[in-house]
C-alpha cells in the first residue's frame, strides 16, 4: 500500500520524504499552512517525487478544468483534486481526455466512486473518518469501492481519506486499498509502540555494561 501524507506543511513532508510515495492537500489544509497557496504547492511539488493532489475551489466544469489545467503546469507529479459533484464529474471526463490526472474528492458513497471511476478519474477519495464521525462505517465502504472496481476491473485507485487514527491505516492495508493518505500526527503514531521503546532503554542500558 503506497502512503500519502495529508498535509501541506512543507516540514512535515521534508521530515518524511524517505517514507511516503506522495502527498495530499486541500483547502483547509493550505490555509492552516498560513502560506500562499500557489507558492506552497509549488514547493511541495518541486520536494515530493510522487503524485501530488491540488484542489480546484471552483463550482462550474469549464471553471475547474481552466484551474485544472493551470496546476498541471505547476509539475509532472500534479495531480488535480476534484470535488465528487455533476460539474465535478464532467471536468473530470474532459481532464481525462487530456491526460490530466485527477482525485475525485470527497466520496461517501460507493455509487459516487462508481461513477467518478467511469469517467475517467485516476482517483477517488474516500472520507472514513468522517463517516465514522456520523456513526457510519468509513472502511466498510473502501471495501465496497475496492469490490466494484475489482469487478469492473477500473484502473482508478482508492486513497482512503480523512484517516484518523493508525487502526484506519492498518484496515486500509488489510482491505487491500491502493492508498492512504495520513496526516502527519497519525504518521508519528504508525511508528510508536511502547514496547519497542523500552525494549531499546533496555538494549542501551546493557550496551552500556558491555566491556568495549
Ligand atoms: O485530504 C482530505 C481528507 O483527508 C480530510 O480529512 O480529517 O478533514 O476529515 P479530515
Known amino acids: 500500500m503506497k502512503i500519502f501524507l495529508d498535509t501541506a506543511e512543507l516540514d512535515e513532508i521534508k521530515k518524511y ?5 506522495g502527498v495530499t492537500t486541500n483547502p483547509t489544509l493550505v490555509m492552516k499552512s498560513e502560506r500562499n497557496f500557489e507558492q506552497v504547492c509549488k514547493d511541495i511539488i518541486k520536494k515530493v517525487k510522487g503524485p ?3 484542489e480546484t475551489v471552483s463550482e462550474s466544469e469549464e471553471m475547474m478544468i481552466k484551474e485544472a489545467i493551470e496546476f498541471a503546469k505547476w509539475g509532472k507529479n500534479v495531480v488535480v483534486k ?7 464529474l464532467k471536468a473530470v471526463k474532459e481532464l ?3 491526460g490530466v490526472k485527477t482525485n475525485v474528492t470527497l466520496v461517501f458513497s460507493a455509487n459516487q466512486a462508481l461513477l467518478a471511476a467511469k469517467a475517467g478519474a485516476t482517483y477517488v477519495s474516500p472520507f472514513v473518518g468522517r463517516l465514522d464521525d456520523q456513526g457510519m462505517d468509513g472502511m466498510q465502504l473502501v471495501a465496497e469501492i475496492l469490490d466494484i472496481f475489482e469487478n469492473y476491473e477500473f484502473p ?3 486513497i482512503v481519506a480523512s484517516v484518523r487514527s493508525p487502526e484506519h491505516v492498518k484496515a486500509a492495508a488489510l482491505l487491500g486499498a491502493h492508498i492512504a493518505t495520513v496526516p502527519p500526527q497519525i504518521m508519528e503514531k504508525l511508528f510508536k509502540h511502547s514496547r519497542t521503546d523500552e525494549g531499546m532503554r533496555k538494549f542501551m542500558e546493557d550496551w552500556e555494561k558491555v566491556s568495549k
Open 17 to 21: 520524504i524517505e517514507l511516503i510515495d
Open 52 to 54: 501530488v493532489s491540488v
Open 156 to 158: 482508478t485507485e482508492v
Open 96 to 98: 481525462s481526455k487530456k
Open 82 to 88: 476534484i470535488p465528487m459533484t455533476h460539474e465535478g
